[in-house]
């Protein structure tokens, strides 16, 4: 099988910050003024603290809004066939905010949903964003269809940049999967999943934590087992956390108050390794903080990226699990 595991040169870094080198060192955009990471000032709260952009490594498009053709029941942003809070992206949209990120010196782009190959321009937004940088797609898996596999497959062979297609599991088999993602799911997956490995596309599997016992190391070993099972003999495998958010606050339940960041105990360099010290997520409403916080009004930063690029306020009960779970939504 065709390797995706390999790592693909990058030729244009952005800059990084020196090894042990802090957050308030490193930081590639100014601070605003007496805001720093930890600092705890800002407009809202002052007990929370503040995480600084240090360099923005990472853009995400939330390239079909909240469109998708499932309807999960721990989906953080509640997508659904009905959910237009956000709305599919164009090429058009995609492609300007690809210029912006040359300049600023983004190195990868990852394309999330709702289910992205429901947007009728995801072909050509990926053979685009792999001119200029490695690209990964979140998808259910439900519509990878053998010609759109084959076209996989032609993108990742033409660029000299990786790309990679995350496909989400959310059990060991038909009856718990199904019983999050909904009846006939896992099935239409195994197709696609099918269709991926004749094609030579080798899938990253993510998998949440709603999959009881994923976590231990005893259910990864029977994940990637399950993996093997479907063709792969070089399985990849990514555990997410939950996020009390969206459908999986109805499902599980919210947050509480005491699950959140304060300024006294986030240090500067703790800040630093949040994935919000370098990344962006570009909806159809605007520039948001990250991938998570999409729901929430005060976390779009700004209509273009570059008036995005300041320091944010870790308000929020999915700040609290980030930290917590050491989570990034990267691969
Ligand atoms: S978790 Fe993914 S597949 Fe499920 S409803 Fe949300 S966006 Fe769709
Ligand atoms: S939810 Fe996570 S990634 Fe988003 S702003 Fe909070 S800490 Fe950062």
Redesign the pocket.
Known sequence: MPSHLDPVPVPVPAPAPAPGVGASEATAFPPAPGAGAGAGTGTGNKRHPH?QLRALDTLWFQVAGTICNIECTHCFISCSPRNHSHEMMSLADVQRSLDDARGLGVREYYFTGGEPFMNRDMLAILEATLKQGPATVLTNGMLLRPDVCRRLRELFDASEYSLDIRVSLDGFDAESHDAIRGKGVWDRVMIGLRNLADAGVNPVITVTTAAEGVASEEGRARFLDVIRGFGFDRPRLKVLSLFRIGAEENRTRAYEEWERLNAESLSDEEASV???SSCRMVTSKGVY??P??IEEPEARMGATLGETLRP?Q?R?G??HT??VDG?TCRT
């Open positions: 995480v949040l994935q919000c903080v990250c998570i916080l944010f870790l929020y999915a700040c980030c930290w989570v």
